[in-house]
Each structure stands twice: as C-alpha cells, then as structure tokens.
C-alpha cells in the first residue's frame, strides 16, 4: 500500500497532498485509551519473566505520545513495508526525531504499544450488512525489538527479565533493528477500501497530534472516526468505555471539571482548525459538533 495523495478542497479533488490512512479501530481505542495508568505491569509474555508467571500483561491505559507513535508507525508501515508484510527499521532516530523524542524514550513506546494487551475496540462485519461493535483484550500491534549483544552483554540479559529491570534493559542497551507489523485485525482495517474500516487522513496528521492536549487528542481520534457532521451525543454517553473513557475521572473529580474538560477540547480542536463548529446544550446535556478537511479526509466531503 503506498501512500496515497489526494486533497479535497471545496468538494474537488486535488492530488497535490499525500495521504494515508488510519484504522477506524485504532483511532477509536486510543481516544478510549490515553490517559494515566499508575499500575506496573511486566512487558511481554509472563514466560519470559522468571518467578512471575502470574504477573498480569494488560493495561488499561497508554500516553498520548506512545498512541501518537503507533498513528506515525502505521503511516511508516504503509509507504515502507517489505515482502513480508514489515516496517523494518535500522535507525531508531530517525522515528524519534519525527516525533520530538530521545531513542530511549521510542523504545519504552514501543514497549507499551507491543509488549502489552488492552481492550481494543474493534467492528466486525455482520451478515445483515451491519457492523458490530466488540471490545477484546489485545495488542495494539507486533513489534519485536533486536539487539546485537556483545559477549560481556550476554550474562546480563538473563537477570535483568524481571519487572521494572526488563524496562532498564530495553531502554539502555542499544537496538540493532525494529521490526513493526499491525495486528491481523488492524491489517485487514487498513487494506480495505471502504472507508467504514479506515480513514484517510493527512500526512500532516502526527505532527497535529504532537501539539494537542490528552484531552484534545482523544477527541481528535474519536471524533475523527465518526463522519464529519451529524454527530451528537450525550455527556453520560461520551464518558463511556467505548468513547472517551472518562467514568474514573467522573467518579473522582465530578461531572462539573470533566465537562469543562471536554469542552476546553473542543475548543482547542475548533481554534487548531479540526472542529468548524461544536455546541454543548445544557438542557439535553448533549454535545454536538462537525469537523472539517483539514486532517481527516472522508468521502462526505465530496457529497
């Protein structure tokens, strides 16, 4: 799949500005994801982890850079790929680069968007030509880390398995190669056309998300999976698990600090161009908004 250039410009096509796409599933489980997850788990499978079998390897949250580094990974994956169906890279920096970042900081990403299960979101295609909505423990993508270890290296690597030290070892040794692929139902997102299964977005769509708030890149993602108009729904709703996720901080803070959250942004979404207009009534307790072509490029523009 190669990146794809097109751009809409008052419901023309114009074929000056690159593209690619976005899974509609991941754009809407990172927009449930993002946000703070103070648990310590051990990355990988538990068999790798002496005396810990039993350590859990699900988390229920990710940081907004690491998801951001996922959407950059999946747009790598699509213009460089090899015959096997990889993104090999041999230079770690020139991903962090792109993303403001050290190498040591990339690594720990990747260990968060391969190392671990979460609930994905996911739709599944119905017989009747609906979709269904299912929400399963797992990994956002495949990504093996390799490593050219020298001899005084090697004793090391066995003791440092274990929790938190696993994390040291990763984060300071040297990687020779990294080796990305997405999951078999994210693969099957992106090579569909139909754009119910992904979303054609900008090439310019992480360098936006690197300046946005948590709040403000959930919204983006979310939003950006929905149809750009028509869209509204309740606060109680939006809250949810399979939206924004925020029933913990409405159970913490209260209605009243989280719905100025949300709202501040869409805000920040409206001044940044993305929203072309938003409202929230205070009698329905409903949000409503529309979004325009500046990142998201979905075929509604051209009706």
């Given at each position: 799949?190669?990146?794809i250039?097109?751009r809409?410009?008052n419901n023309?096509?114009?074929?000056?500005?690159k593209?690619h796409r976005?899974?509609r599933?991941?754009?809407?489980t990172?927009?449930?994801l993002?946000g703070?997850?103070?648990?310590?788990?051990?990355?990988f499978?538990?068999h790798?982890c002496?005396?810990?079998n039993?350590s859990p390897?699900i988390?229920?949250?990710i940081?907004k850079?690491?998801?951001?580094?996922?959407?950059?990974?999946?747009q790598?994956?699509?213009?460089?790929?090899?015959?096997?169906?990889?993104?090999v890279?041999n230079n770690l920096?020139?991903v962090?680069?792109?993303?403001?970042?050290?190498?040591?900081?990339?690594k720990?990403?990747?260990?968060?968007?391969g190392g671990?299960e979460?609930?994905?979101?996911?739709?599944?295609?119905?017989a009747?030509?609906k979709n269904?909505?299912?929400?399963?423990h797992e990994k956002l993508?495949?990504i093996?880390?390799?490593?050219?270890?020298?001899?005084?290296?090697?004793?090391?690597v066995?003791?440092?398995?274990?929790?938190?030290?696993?994390?040291y070892?990763?984060?300071?040794?040297?990687v020779?190669?990294?080796?990305?692929k997405?999951?078999?139902?994210?693969l099957?997102q992106?090579?569909r056309?139909r754009?119910?299964n992904n979303?054609?977005v900008?090439?310019?769509?992480?360098?936006?998300?690197l300046e946005?708030?948590?709040?403000?890149?959930k919204?983006?993602?979310y939003?950006?999976s929905?149809?750009?108009?028509g869209?509204?729904?309740?606060?109680?709703?939006?809250?949810r698990e399979?939206?924004?996720n925020?029933?913990?901080?409405?159970k913490q803070q209260g209605?009243?600090?989280?719905?100025e959250s949300?709202?501040?942004?869409f805000?920040?979404l409206?001044?940044?161009?993305?929203i072309?207009?938003w409202n929230y009534?205070?009698?329905?307790?409903?949000f409503?908004?529309?979004?325009t072509?500046?990142?998201f490029?979905?075929?509604?523009?051209?009706?």
């Amino acid at each position: 799949m190669k990146n794809i250039t097109v751009r809409w410009e008052n419901n023309v096509l114009k074929n000056d500005e690159k593209m690619h796409r976005q899974a509609r599933g991941y754009l809407k489980t990172v927009a449930s994801l993002v946000g703070r997850d103070t648990r310590e788990v051990i990355p990988f499978d538990s068999h790798t982890c002496k005396d810990y079998n039993d350590s859990p390897t699900i988390k229920e949250a990710i940081s907004k850079m690491a998801a951001v580094a996922g959407n950059y990974l999946f747009q790598l994956w699509q213009s460089q790929k090899d015959s096997q169906g990889r993104l090999v890279i041999n230079n770690l920096s020139t991903v962090a680069d792109h993303l403001g970042i050290k190498p040591q900081r990339l690594k720990l990403y990747l260990v968060c968007l391969g190392g671990y299960e979460y609930p994905v979101i996911k739709f599944v295609r119905l017989a009747n030509n609906k979709n269904r909505l299912t929400i399963s423990h797992e990994k956002l993508c495949y990504i093996e880390l390799n490593f050219n270890l020298k001899d005084d290296e090697i004793e090391a690597v066995d003791d440092l398995k274990i929790g938190t030290r696993y994390l040291y070892f990763i984060k300071y040794l040297r990687v020779s190669t990294v080796m990305f692929k997405p999951t078999d139902s994210t693969l099957k997102q992106l090579e569909r056309k139909r754009l119910g299964n992904n979303v054609l977005v900008s090439d310019s769509f992480v360098a936006f998300c690197l300046e946005l708030s948590d709040i403000a890149y959930k919204l983006l993602c979310y939003t950006g999976s929905n149809r750009p108009m028509g869209n509204k729904i309740s606060f109680s709703k939006l809250v949810r698990e399979i939206h924004l996720n925020l029933e913990r901080q409405l159970k913490q803070q209260g209605k009243p600090r989280v719905l100025e959250s949300i709202k501040k942004g869409f805000e920040e979404l409206s001044k940044k161009g993305h929203i072309k207009h938003w409202n929230y009534d205070d009698r329905k307790d409903e949000f409503t908004w529309e979004y325009t072509n500046q990142v998201f490029k979905h075929s509604d523009f051209t009706k």
